[in-house]
T-cell receptor
Framework: SAVISQKPSRDICQRGTSLTIQCQVDSQVTMMFWYRQQPGQSLTLIATANQGSEATYESGFVIDKFPISRPNLTFSTLTVSNLSPEDSSIYLC????????FGQGTRLTVV | AQKITQTQPGMFVQEKEAVTLDCTYDTSDQSYGLFWYKQPSSGEMIFLIYQGSYDEQNATEGRYSLNFQKARKSANLVISASQLGDSAMYFCAMRGETSGSRLTFGEGTQLTVNP
C-alpha cells in the first residue's frame, strides 16, 4: 500500500485567485494522477503526471487552468488557476500499484 | 471505451445485516482490474477491495467481498454485518489495459446503515 499526504484538506478561496494542492507519497512512483469530483458527482481524471515530463491532460482540461508540477518521484502539485465558483470541488491525487490509492482530498470552495 | 454502471443511487440496510451494492462494467479489454472505494462525508477515497480479471477466486477483505461474475460483467460488493460507520458513498471503478493506468468510475451508491 501507499501513504499519500495531500494538503490542504480544505480551503475557501476568492474568485480570480489560485490554489496549489500538494501531494506527497511515501515511496517512489512513476505516475501520479489528479482527479476532480464536482458536487454530487463521480470522479473525473484531470491529468496524469510523470516525473521529468509534461503532464498529460484529459479532454476538457488544459494546462493553463490546471498546471501540474512533478519535480521528483514522490511529490506533485496541482494548481487550480483563475478560480470561479464552478471550480468548487474535491480534488484528489492518486497513485497506483495493483491497487489505486488516494490522498485525503482537498475540498475547495470558491466564493 | 470503458464504462461502469451503478444502478442504485441509494441503498438502506439495517445494522448487522448484509448488503450488496451492484456494479456492472463494459470493456473490450481482456485484462482489467475492478475496484471498490468508500467515500465518507469527509471526501477521502478509501480503497476497499480489488479483483483482477484473471483472478479465479472472488476477492475478500474482512467484511468486504467482491462477487465477480465475469460472463455477466458484474462486480458486486457485498458488505457483511453492516455497521453504522459503513454509511458512506461507494464507488465502483475499473482500469483496463487500453486505458493505461487511469481509472473509470461509476456514479456511486449512497449507503445508509440504520440502527
Amino acid at each position: 500500500s501507499a501513504v499519500i499526504s495531500q494538503k490542504p484538506s480544505r480551503d475557501i478561496c476568492q474568485r480570480g485567485t489560485s490554489l496549489t494542492i500538494q501531494c506527497q507519497v511515501d515511496s517512489q512512483v512513476t505516475m501520479m494522477f489528479w482527479y476532480r469530483q464536482q458536487p454530487g458527482q463521480s470522479l473525473t481524471l484531470i491529468a496524469t503526471a510523470n516525473q521529468g515530463s509534461e503532464a498529460t491532460y484529459e479532454s476538457g482540461f488544459v494546462i493553463d487552468k490546471f498546471p501540474i508540477s512533478r519535480p521528483n518521484l514522490t511529490f506533485s502539485t496541482l494548481t487550480v488557476s483563475n478560480l470561479s465558483p464552478e471550480d468548487s470541488s474535491i480534488y484528489l491525487c492518486s497513485v497506483e500499484y495493483t491497487e489505486a490509492f488516494f490522498g485525503q482530498g482537498t475540498r475547495l470552495t470558491v466564493v | 471505451a470503458q464504462k461502469i454502471t451503478q444502478t442504485q443511487p441509494g441503498m438502506f440496510v439495517q445494522e448487522k445485516e448484509a448488503v450488496t451494492l451492484d456494479c456492472t462494467y463494459d470493456t473490450s479489454d481482456q485484462s482489467y482490474g475492478l475496484f471498490w472505494y468508500k467515500q465518507p462525508s469527509s471526501g477521502e477515497m478509501i480503497f476497499l477491495i480489488y479483483q483482477g480479471s484473471y483472478d479465479e477466486q472472488n476477492a475478500t477483505e474482512g467484511r468486504y467481498s467482491l462477487n465477480f461474475q465475469k460472463a455477466r460483467k458484474s462486480a458486486n460488493l457485498v458488505i457483511s454485518a453492516s455497521q453504522l460507520g459503513d454509511s458512506a458513498m461507494y464507488f465502483c471503478a475499473m482500469r483496463g489495459e487500453t486505458s493505461g493506468s487511469r481509472l473509470t468510475f461509476g456514479e456511486g451508491t449512497q449507503l445508509t446503515v440504520n440502527p
